[in-house]
């Protein structure tokens, strides 16, 4: 899913802000940031269904089941009636709300409305999401993605090629896809799940606060988030440009789609983890948290050092018409915490399984809040629009790079009962890892000008070579690298 939506992305951006304009495609990255700000309203409820059905499952409590799933799908439905009509007033209203050029304030209507209308039915319906996570069958959930990206590489083909450029497209083609999604997860359930009914008499309203109580804490999380780096294009179009919200917005595509695939394989591991959890075996769930943070610094140090060294000259050749060396700067900002947060996206498990969350809630709230004001209050101390875009995308990076070296691990370890250092060996080594690969690229940039496309992907492959020979024997243990060795073979048979 994440090559396919990268390779769409890699293809599409250029010919977007050639064709219609970086402050155009500013906007899809807004609206996906104002769907965020909903979602806040919404995770206290769904957050820790996964959890909850999970562990009803496999203590075989199928009447307990059925009541979560029919809880949470009514619920749900009663929640997106406001929802719909607040997105409804946000369409409408988008000129009062942002500053946005009238030349394009129809085509952003359009994209915002099936944004929106995507978004509120998958809400509807994300009861059937948990199938394939409950029944650890995250193959079909990757070969549905697969398969809905496929779909939307088709429409957007046809749409462009037969029809005249426009935004909207993106979000039409987004639409459909969700739509592909609910179907498959609805079969998926009935295949994986025969035993679960979505009735009425099902309805438990105590089972909808027990899950609200325990996912309100996941709320605070995601707000966050939200005033962490979430602001970021709002801010930007506010109080600096809507050009510039353009300019933030191209520089935060490739980290994004990055960070999203790193968040998604993250994810994997959590079924494991949450049976692991519910069997009390501790010890494995530390083994398998340690090899899991390996393996994704395995893979994270190579995008992490390439972008670092090569990416203006990525851009240069990416987006030929922007300034390619202030979206490397902007981005190298961005990612400043990547080195130490991605390879730990697993750790964010922790507190949801252990339903362990409002410790980690408030302090993540309070890193929030400090963020958005410091924000605010440099943005005060200059005029300069490069400065204060980069005040922007910094600030919320430092936070960040402060959290994933003190808390993320500490608090983690400590709501397993593991010693607090647990993890400190591991993200130590990944940080090496990137600073030794980050100077390997810089000497190989001294001997090789990446002035085009052929001569940029040979770097890359090098850089990617030498990446996986110094880490499969620095950062990888022997049951990582025999892990790698059987899925290889696997595919090799």
């Not at 906007?27 to 909850?52: D, E, K």
């Not at 203006?312 to 990547?338: I, N």
């Not at 024997?473 to 049951?479: D, H, Y």
Request: hydrophobic content about 55%; charged content about 15%; overall charge positive.
């Amino acid at each position: 899913m994440f090559a396919s939506n990268f390779a769409i992305s890699f293809f599409l951006t250029p010919f977007i802000i050639k064709n219609i304009g970086r402050e155009a495609y500013g906007f899809v990255g807004l609206a996906n940031n104002f769907i965020n700000y909903i979602t806040v309203l919404t995770t206290a409820l769904n957050s820790m269904f996964g959890r909850f059905v999970t562990i009803s499952i496999y203590r075989e409590e199928e009447l307990k089941t059925n009541k979560y799933f029919s809880s949470v799908f009514f619920a749900n439905i009663f929640v997106s009636i406001p929802l719909t009509v607040a997105s409804v007033f946000v369409v409408i209203f988008i000129n009062k709300l942002v500053n946005i050029s009238n030349a394009i304030l129809t085509d952003v209507q359009i994209l915002w409305a099936f944004l929106f209308a995507e978004f509120i039915t998958g809400l509807i319906f994300s009861v059937f999401t948990v199938a394939t996570f409950t029944k650890n069958r995250l193959d079909l959930a990757s070969l549905r993605n697969i398969e809905s990206s496929a779909i939307r590489v088709v429409i957007l083909v046809v749409m462009f090629r037969l029809l005249k450029p426009s935004v909207w497209f993106l979000g039409f083609a987004a639409f459909i896809c969700g739509m592909y999604v609910v179907f498959m997860n609805i079969y998926y359930t009935k295949k994986l799940l025969p035993e679960v009914k979505i009735k009425k008499k099902y309805f438990d309203f105590k089972m909808v606060v027990e899950l609200i109580t325990s996912g309100i804490w996941n709320s605070v999380n995601k707000l966050s988030g939200i005033l962490s780096n979430g602001l970021d294009l709002l801010i930007t179009n506010l109080f600096v440009t809507s050009q510039a919200m353009g300019i933030v917005s191209i520089s935060k595509t490739v980290p994004t789609y990055i960070l999203s695939a790193f968040s998604t394989i993250s994810s994997l591991f959590a079924p494991e983890l949450t049976i692991s959890y519910a069997k009390n075996d501790f010890e494995d769930m530390r083994k398998q948290l340690l090899s899991a943070i390996k393996m994704l610094g395995f893979f994270s140090s190579i995008p992490i050092s390439f972008i670092y060294i090569f990416g203006k000259e990525f851009y240069s050749l990416w987006v030929p018409t922007e300034d390619a060396a202030l979206l490397h700067m902007l981005t190298v900002l961005g990612m400043l915490a990547a080195a130490v947060g991605w390879p730990l996206e697993p750790l964010w498990n922790i507190f949801t399984i252990t339903n362990k969350v409002k410790q980690s809630s408030l302090f993540l709230l309070s890193n929030a809040v400090l963020s958005t004001l410091l924000v605010f209050i440099l943005l005060n101390f200059t005029d300069n629009e490069t400065t204060k875009m980069c005040i922007v995308v910094g600030v919320s990076t430092t936070i960040s790079v402060i959290r994933s070296v003190t808390f993320l691990p500490m608090y983690g370890a400590k709501c397993l009962n593991f010693k607090l250092t647990t993890f400190f060996p591991t993200i130590i080594k990944n940080t090496v890892s990137i600073v030794v690969i980050s100077l390997s690229s810089l000497l190989l940039k001294q001997f090789v000008s990446a002035d085009t496309w052929f001569k940029l992907i040979l770097c890359g492959v090098i850089v990617s070579a030498f990446s996986c020979i110094f880490n499969w024997f620095f950062l990888l243990g022997k049951a990582e690298r025999n892990k790698i060795i059987i899925k290889l073979s696997k595919i090799v048979k």
